[in-house]
């Protein structure tokens, strides 16, 4: 079992080092959106520091929709796909490796870039740590809920915008609680409630997201 | 349903060839056997068979060496550098063992495909269309390696529009079975 997951993790690395696109495109197309907000709003700091947690973790919710979409395709287009259930006994360790890769070089490398983001849209600097801790407890349960909606929609051909269907109002809770938790600090008060929840989320989903996608993506296989 | 009381008896030592005019779901009994269809009957341990389907299942941006480490290790067995090494060998493709797939032309990703089967070492090969992008000597070739499989006690399903020269059973997925 661990030979699978080392193996896979080690493959997982391989193409994100080789495709390296895939990280890079989301984290543009995030820094662009964030800055076209910011130039819709004429740039005025009162109003870019109220709206900022509720832009950042939209944006963030809709980058992470754009990444989700092609995590299965290419190994469903290739065959890849058809070889790991033919051949792993446990395939959904193999799907974990690719979850946990996945969030690495998506959701993790969006908190590391929220805080210049979140500078930009003039949130105080007392704010962004809070902010960090809850999409660093938030970005999971986006990874996990969109990697089940992706493995639904991999067979498709338009299933881009189905996933975004699908996952997005499943995870409005994540994003109530993301922003409550920023805005909170902001009113002074402890957002440790918030941040419990997105953690109970977080848990529940990466314990069931592995068995969850790889019944979907055997479902895909099998149309 | 597309199949209804069929039975094909595969036996050690052969190599069946199936035929059959489009649609007539030669892809789909050879899936079904994989056992990536659903099926009511009795279904093949997957460990023991080595699928090759349309496409190649191989990832573009890896190389053949990375791709079929890969499938050694999701399989559960330890990587074998020397026994990929001889089977991109046999395929001919010994060179290319570090280009990324992607760069290489389809008769050579198939060739790589085709390389699973000596790695893997299974008893049962379900090959769809094996022979699609390769030139006389990958036909020849994967002639070759259907022949030192069935000679040493495998057997291989075959589903082909082009005729299988080591066929030892034809099987014609129209209604009837007609044998060679």
Request: hydrophobic share 55%.
């Amino acid at each position: 079992m661990m030979n699978l997951l080392t193996g896979q993790l080690a493959r997982e690395f391989l193409l994100v080092s080789r495709v390296r696109t895939d990280v890079l495109n989301p984290l543009i197309f995030l820094l662009l959106a964030v800055t076209l907000f910011a130039l819709a709003l004429e740039g005025r700091p009162q109003t870019l520091q109220a709206h900022a947690p509720a832009v950042l973790w939209t944006l963030v919710l809709l980058t992470n929709m754009l990444a989700l979409d092609g995590l299965f395709r290419r190994d469903f287009d290739d065959g890849v796909l058809e070889q790991l259930f033919l051949q792993a006994d446990a395939p959904y360790v193999a799907i974990l490796s690719k979850l946990i890769v996945h969030w690495l070089v998506t959701g993790f490398a969006m908190v590391v870039c929220v805080p210049l983001l979140g500078l930009g849209l003039y949130l105080p600097g007392d704010v962004l740590p809070v902010l960090m801790l809850a999409l660093l407890l938030g970005t999971p349960t986006i990874t996990c809920l969109g990697a089940i909606g992706a493995a639904l929609t991999v067979g498709l051909r338009r299933g881009g915008a189905i996933l975004a269907l699908l996952v997005l109002p499943l995870l409005i809770p994540v994003l109530i609680f993301g922003v409550s938790a920023v805005n909170r600090v902001v009113e002074g008060d402890p957002p440790l409630a918030e941040l419990y929840w997105l953690a109970a989320l977080s848990l529940a989903s990466i314990t069931a997201a592995p068995f969850a996608v790889s019944a979907a993506l055997r479902i895909s296989l099998e149309q | 349903m597309l199949f209804t009381g069929l039975s094909l008896r595969l036996a050690a030592g052969e190599c069946v060839e199936l035929r059959g005019p489009n649609g007539s779901g030669k892809t789909t009994l050879i899936r079904t056997l994989a056992g990536l269809l659903p099926m009511q009957g009795q279904v093949l341990a997957s460990s023991v068979i080595a699928y090759l389907g349309h496409t190649n299942g191989l990832a573009g941006p890896l190389s053949p060496l990375e791709n079929l480490r890969w499938y050694l290790g999701i399989g559960g067995h330890a990587a074998d550098d020397k026994s990929i090494h001889a089977a991109l060998r046999r395929l001919e493709i010994g060179a290319l063992f570090r280009q990324p797939v992607e760069r290489l032309s389809a008769g050579q990703q198939r060739r790589v495909a085709l390389a699973r089967l000596l790695i893997g070492a299974a008893p049962v090969w379900l090959l769809d269309e094996p022979y699609t992008a390769l030139d006389a000597n990958g036909i020849a070739c994967v002639d070759g390696l259907l022949a030192e499989h069935v000679a040493a006690g495998g057997c291989a399903l075959v589903a082909s529009h082009s005729p299988v020269a080591v066929a030892t059973r034809m099987v014609e997925l129209n209604g009837e079975r007609v044998p060679a």
